[in-house]
């Protein structure tokens, strides 16, 4: 596996990550753990080093399920995970100083580890100053207890006055052929401040991999039940971004998925996208596609046909998309 750094930080991590937060939580009921202990083993066998997690997923069984498969990999592996929620009673943004030390503490034990590799704001709080989550994670980091300071789904703005206080190793937003925002704003603060893009959802929850259409029914703990992008409609008229990988993926005997983050990969050497999984099978092919050469010319086709092409349907329900951006 291809090695890539994120910025300028010095964190070396396989250029294709693993996400894991579809094993318990999101795409329906959770997987099987046994199996998705050892799905994750057998990723780090086949040279991903970088994995993804949050206090959120479950909340708290993805954290417990990835620290427990990654035990016998301590010092080989890179995990980063994430704060900025509550739950129980209070639920929602929570980016208190003194909150990100408690999930600090938690989510240290539950992945079994004696610093985070990489710790992100989930989501930008309002409610509190990006100046102040720096601070707080600036104390971590000088305790020893992080790593590296990340923000997730954050603006050009927000990213600037965090970088300020801490040094920003990583920003991880969605970003795909088919959810290009942060090519406006995001993408160029990122190269000048010299920090590392973590694309989630690289394969658009699945659809860029060809294997949904508009006739797919989703389970009602999918979050994809209530997606617009996701509609059966949505689903029909969105089909032409898939069409467009395939044609491409005959040609370069790939799959669409491989073409759809070989293409990420090409846009910045900086870019370590995490797609997600529950089948070792989709792991391997995930994978392979860092070993897809995709020529100025394919670039060019691929841009061009893109262009045409309008997705149908907001990528995020209003009440979530409310909170990225910022």
């Given at each position: ?75 080989r592996v890179v995990i980063a995970t994430k704060f900025g929620f509550s739950f129980g009673a209070t639920r929602g943004l929570n980016s208190r100083p ?63 006055r965090a970088h300020a206080v801490e040094p920003v190793t990583a920003l991880q937003s969605e970003y795909s052929l088919w959810t290009r925002d942060p ?144």
């Amino acid at each position: 596996m291809q090695k890539r750094q994120l910025g300028s930080s010095g964190l070396e991590v396989s250029a294709i990550g693993l996400g894991c937060m579809g094993m318990t939580y999101g795409y329906g009921p959770p997987a099987d753990k046994q199996a998705m202990i050892a799905l994750i083993r057998s990723a780090v066998e086949l040279g991903v080093t970088f994995f993804d997690t949050a206090e959120s997923y479950g909340p708290f069984t993805n954290e417990e399920l990835v620290g427990e498969a990654l035990a016998p990999f301590r010092g080989r592996v890179v995990i980063a995970t994430k704060f900025g929620f509550s739950f129980g009673a209070t639920r929602g943004l929570n980016s208190r100083p003194e909150h990100i030390r408690e999930v600090a503490e938690a989510s240290l034990k539950r992945l079994k580890v004696d610093a985070i590799d990489l710790f992100y704001q989930h989501r930008v709080d309002p409610n509190v100053p990006i100046e102040d989550v720096a601070g707080a994670v600036k104390g971590l980091i000088q305790q020893g207890k992080v790593k590296h300071f990340g923000l997730s789904e954050a603006g050009a703005t927000t990213i600037r006055r965090a970088h300020a206080v801490e040094p920003v190793t990583a920003l991880q937003s969605e970003y795909s052929l088919w959810t290009r925002d942060p090519e406006a704003e995001v993408l160029p603060t990122l190269e000048e401040l010299e920090i590392g893009f973590v694309p989630w959802s690289p394969l658009g929850a699945g659809f860029l991999t060809g294997k949904i259409d508009a006739t797919t029914k989703f389970d009602a703990s999918d979050f994809r039940a209530r997606y617009p992008r996701f509609t059966p409609e949505a689903r029909n008229a969105n089909m032409a971004l898939v069409d467009l990988l395939g044609d491409i993926a005959k040609r370069k005997k790939a799959t669409p998925a491989q073409i759809a983050i070989a293409w990420l990969l090409t846009q910045k050497p900086w870019i370590v996208p995490i797609p997600g999984t529950t089948r070792r099978a989709r792991v391997e092919e995930n994978i392979g596609a860092a070993e897809i050469e995709l020529t100025p010319d394919d670039l060019r086709q691929i841009d061009g046909a893109a262009s045409k092409i309008r997705v149908q349907g907001a990528r995020l329900p209003e009440d979530i998309l409310r909170m990225s951006g910022r």
